[in-house]
């Protein structure tokens, strides 16, 4: 098949989305079909030069580290240029499904959708304005946060829905239900995420270290996990949290540590590259993923592949992908009491720990492997196409 992929990021280290987007890309390139991304580039990101994969880079080109999304004016010249850039290629190329990522790229895929009559496919991965009826205001108290894009951003979510496409992918049951809620019409296909990657061995692990991944926006909820670390540290003075990631809540959550003096015991690393984040992961004790809003939680399969255990918020579907006990730790999300005893029973029992890694590498290899998620995907192409 020829398949047209939409989407902003292209790219294995700036976010779950442009991750899975990254990843499909090599599945279907692996399988024969012929690929071709339109992109925006981001400076000093190594691309993908394979077989099959072709690479479009349209305006504006972007700095980005994994803190803020593309912005309101980034997102229309995105969607202009990748819709002129678009009609060329499919008629040149007689491609056979457009698929993209949400918000400006799913825009362009609905209007490249109109013009040339080939079948368009978007992939939503969260929907924010099921998150509880302040996100958005919350959303807009964080730094840097664009008036304009706190205004028009519920209404694209809503308008996503309804844009012309054939169905919408989605990556969990959760994020189904929320589409539902937010009045999607359309056929909805639940494909979970994978990952692809390598288990680090040699390694010692570090039993009183934990870590976080993820952009740093409030509903990350990790104050939790800070006044976890605090609760901690009065039994394991050695405790330590390392939180990788960037984003428009950094300095609120500096503050919060600094308040606490746990400075010596919370590390924020920023963003960092693929090998050092999985370095960081493989010689942790565990994850932890407080989050109180998500759609599906990529991180968690990063631990899954260093045999590590997460510790995640009692919501969907986080609470669904960790098993309690088994595979890491559910918990209520706004009890750092609890999030200390569990970080605690970590640190106290490491032969648990290594049983719940295995057992999540386990549920990675199962319920989440690639081979699952490409056979999926090629189906539902065939259907639209």
């Known amino acids: 098949m020829k398949i047209l992929l939409l989407t902003q990021f292209f790219s294995d280290t700036r976010g779950g989305g442009e991750y899975v987007f990254s990843l499909l890309a090599k599945k279907l390139a692996e ?5 071709w991304v339109i992109t925006n580039k981001i400076v000093k990101e190594q691309y993908i030069t394979e077989k099959n994969i072709h690479i479009i880079f349209v305006k504006p080109t972007l700095q980005y580290a994994g803190g803020m999304p593309a912005g309101f004016s980034e997102n229309i010249r995105y969607a202009i240029n990748a819709i002129r850039a678009g009609r060329k290629l499919a ?17 362009a ?5 109109s013009i040339t009559s080939i079948p368009h496919i978007t992939t939503i991965h969260d929907v924010f304005s099921a998150c509880g009826k302040n996100h958005w205001k919350q959303w807009g108290a964080q730094a840097s946060i664009s008036k304009i894009g706190i205004m028009l951003a519920p209404l694209f979510e809503k308008l996503s829905v309804k844009l012309r496409m054939k169905c919408i ?5 959760a994020s ?10 359309k056929p909805i296909h639940v494909i979970h995420n994978s990952i692809s990657g390598n288990t680090v061995s040699g390694n010692a692990t570090q039993n009183q270290q934990f870590v976080s991944v993820g952009r740093l926006v409030f509903y990350k909820n990790l104050e939790i996990v800070i006044d976890a670390i605090g609760i901690i540290k009065k039994k394991h003075p050695k405790v330590r949290l390392i939180i990788v990631g960037d984003g428009p809540y950094r300095e609120k959550l500096v503050e919060h540590v600094s308040k ?7 590390i924020f690393a920023g963003y960092v590259n693929t090998k050092e984040k999985t370095q960081i992961i493989s010689e942790s004790a565990a994850m932890v993923f407080p989050s109180t809003c998500e759609g599906f939680g990529l991180v968690i399969l990063e631990a899954f592949l260093q045999k590590k255990p997460v510790l995640v918020s009692d919501i969907k579907p986080t609470s669904e992908i960790v098993d309690d006990e088994k595979t890491g730790y559910v ?28 057992n999540g590498y386990d549920t990675l290899e199962s319920r989440y492997n690639q081979d699952i998620m490409y056979e999926k ?7 639209y196409k």
């Open 176 to 185: 189904r239900d929320d589409l539902v809620k937010l009045g999607a019409k």
């Open 91 to 107: 008629k040149e190329n007689g491609i056979d499904i457009i698929h993209s990522n949400n918000f400006a790229p799913a825009l």
């Open 331 to 358: 918990i209520e999300p706004q009890d750092a009491a609890l999030w200390a005893e569990k970080m605690s029973a970590c640190i106290e029992n490491p032969q648990k720990i290594s049983e719940m890694g295995n």
């Open 169 to 173: 992918h989605t990556v969990s049951e």
């Open 109 to 113: 895929g609905s209007l490249l959708s």
């Open 260 to 266: 606490l003096g746990l400075e010596s015991s919370v």
């Open 31 to 35: 399988h024969e079909n012929e690929v």
């Open 377 to 383: 995907i090629i189906k539902m192409y065939k259907q």
